[in-house]
């Protein structure tokens, strides 16, 4: 019988670069966002043309054989924006959204956020054009091995290490070092960070985004000169990053009176039963909008965007916070736990409404941390305690936010745009000091 071959039915990633537009493409933001730092730095022209596009990019076309014996093909990238600092670092990312524009913006992001926390890494970013919750767990596991095998020419531990972002998790980075270590004839585990803890994964790890979010906005609090007790906070996203960055919060004693997933949100003014909401989830999966209890209120993730709360934690996809919604924005904090969350547009409105807002590439930077433990643990075939680990994590997290506060205030910027240029300060001396080769 004829083999029947199917397309993704996903968009080609080439319509969002020569066909219409996306409204709010993050490439374009976070390129005039890297030419307005150039700019402020005085920077040489030749460091900012370098800066500006991506040091290496990997399209490929990912066949997968699907459990009704159909083959479909995806769409997959791979894209180094910078290696100045040491090996490219940064996420995979299954979604229908992925596309190389978002890659290399990604993989930008990637390169400021290891610069600002002063991580010996470069950044890089990929993924896979396609939606897992469509997809067995068995069709999800060929798609990665067979995507794997095709970036591994520009992978390996001291190149470009993969770590899990949207839709993937521990044990797809599984699959990723198996995948190579098969191909490579010997065990290669530190290809990959964000690996379960038997395969030398760090302990901590899981939680190090989420928890680098809760050390960031206490240090916000304590520069406020505010108590955690006195916080109400409402947070966008309910996976990885969103549910621990709720949770550790609470346990501070936050009160956190708004949650939201991609099924809706929930709201309740008194502030939500976190430790009962973690049962929901644990047991009936992500979706908040089942969980049902008296004073809890449903609303929708632009409700919650806009609730009355001290502070807002987007902690989803990129674009939420636009101009369409920035002005109704009550919260007088932002942290921005996603990538990207914030649109330029919006990011003016804020600013001139002096709603504190600390950037994605540091905010949510204690993932990288720690998945630099990661590599460090592996490389050294050394592991360590969890206690040490967030130890490690929570002094890179206070001095990051430290050097970029203290910047911000001495340039009168914002945390935003001091992060950038303390980040791009960092990368650009990096390239005068190496020189261009040969
Ligand atoms: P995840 O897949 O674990 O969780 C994403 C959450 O967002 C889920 O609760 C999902 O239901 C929700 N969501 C999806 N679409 C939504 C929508 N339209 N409205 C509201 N909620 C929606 O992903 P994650 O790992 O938590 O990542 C979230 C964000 O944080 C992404 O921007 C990611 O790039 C960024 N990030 C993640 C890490 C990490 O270590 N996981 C590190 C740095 C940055």
Request: with cysteine; hydrophobic share 40%.
């Amino acid at each position: 019988m004829e083999q029947q071959v199917a397309v993704s039915p996903a968009k080609p990633a080439s319509e969002f670069i020569v066909g219409e537009p996306r409204q709010h493409d993050l490439w374009d933001t976070v390129r005039a966002q890297i030419d307005d730092v150039a700019h402020r730095l005085n920077l040489d022209p030749g460091i900012h043309a370098i800066l500006r596009r991506p040091e290496r990019e990997l399209t490929v076309s990912v066949p997968v054989k699907m459990d009704d014996g159909r083959i479909e093909v995806f769409a997959g990238y791979r894209v180094q924006h910078s290696s100045i600092l040491g090996p490219c670092k940064g996420g995979i990312r299954y979604h229908p959204d992925v596309d190389l524009n978002e890659a290399r913006a990604l993989a930008a992001l990637m390169t400021w956020k290891c610069a600002v926390v002063g991580i010996p890494f470069g950044g890089s970013k990929g993924g896979v054009q396609c939606d897992p919750r469509q997809m067995s767990e068995s069709e999800v596991c060929r798609l990665t091995r067979r995507f794997t095998a095709m970036i591994l020419p520009i992978l390996g531990p001291k190149r470009d290490i993969p770590a899990p972002d949207v839709n993937t998790n521990p044990q797809v980075m599984a699959w990723i070092a198996d995948t190579v270590s098969m191909l490579e004839g010997h065990s290669v585990m530190e290809i990959v960070t964000g690996k379960p803890v038997p395969l030398g994964g760090s302990l901590g790890r899981a939680e190090a985004t989420g928890r680098g979010v809760a050390i960031i906005l206490t240090e916000v609090l304590n520069r406020l000169g505010r108590q955690p007790s006195d916080t109400t906070v409402a947070v966008q996203g309910y996976g990885n990053v969103g549910s621990v960055a709720a949770s550790l919060l609470d346990e501070m004693g936050c009160k956190i009176v708004g949650i939201s997933d991609v099924s809706g949100g929930l709201y309740s003014p008194r502030g939500l039963d976190i430790a009962d909401i973690n049962q929901h989830v644990a047991h009936r999966g992500y979706l908040l909008k089942e969980y049902q209890s008296s004073d809890v209120e449903s609303i929708s993730n632009d409700e919650l965007l806009t609730s009355d709360v001290d502070v807002l934690i987007p902690a989803a996809l990129e674009h939420q916070i636009r101009a369409d919604n920035a002005a109704a924005i009550r919260a007088g904090v932002i942290i921005e736990g996603a990538n990207g969350p914030t649109t330029r547009e919006a990011d003016d409105i804020l600013r001139d409404r002096d709603i504190i807002v600390v950037p994605d590439i540091l905010a949510n930077a204690g993932g990288v941390v720690v998945s630099y433990l990661e590599w460090v643990q592996n490389l050294q075939r050394f592991f360590w305690e969890e206690a040490d680990v967030n130890l490690q994590l929570e002094r890179r997290m206070i001095r990051g936010f430290d050097e970029v506060w203290d910047y911000g205030q001495e340039k009168q910027v914002s945390l935003r745009l001091g992060a950038y240029m303390l980040a791009m300060h960092r990368v650009a001396t990096a390239i005068g000091v190496r020189g261009i080769f040969p």
